[in-house]
């Protein structure tokens, strides 16, 4: 027989298999290691696809809080602010007024009387909003609220070491430091 014969003859045979002989693919994914992995990868890529969607979403959700806490916070500064120029706005209505009366009135007493009131006016409504000043005429010299501009001579031995003269006065709002007082020292 010739080799084209045996080919014909071997494919009769397999015609002829039962379907018992003849090995059939698995009918469901479930059954062969190849149809369980390629479950495995959806599982786990529907997995990713939602953490990536909560990512998402948590991160807009915070970049939303941040946006709307900034504003927020822009918004009480602004409110913080107009309520202190309008309680600082008499003040100047009476500095305007004194102004007006320089030329006219003769008597510098009454002027320096009304300079006084004024001034009086404006540190009371300073103090109301919390602002209060750090006396350091005389205490003893303290770097984190005094900064020394110079030393002197003490005039006297108790006053070594200690602020002899103020140049600048220092601040508190609401109990914080704002602004060092500038001293001279005697040494």
Known sequence: MN???????????????????VIQEPKSEEASPK????????KLEA?????KDKYLRLYSEFENFRRRTSKEKG????????????????????????????DSVQDIEVLKEGV???????????????LKPLNAKGEAFNPDIHEAITQIPSPSEDLKG???????????LNEK??????????A
């Open 3 to 21: 080799t084209e014969q045996n080919k014909a003859v071997e494919n009769e045979q397999i015609d002829e298999q039962t379907p018992e002989n």
């Open 35 to 42: 149809g369980g992995d390629n479950e495995k990868t959806q």
């Open 47 to 51: 997995e990713l696809a939602e953490a």
């Open 75 to 102: 918004d009480i500064i602004g409110a913080a602010n107009e309520q202190l120029m309008l309680s600082l706005l008499p003040v100047v209505d009476d500095i305007e007024r004194s102004k007006s009366t320089f």
């Open 116 to 130: 006084s009131l004024i001034y009086n006016k404006l540190q009371k409504t300073l103090e109301q909003k919390g």
């Open 162 to 172: 200690k602020v002899v003269d103020e140049i600048e006065k220092g601040y508190y």
């Open 177 to 186: 430091l704002i602004r060092v007082s500038k001293v001279v020292i005697g």
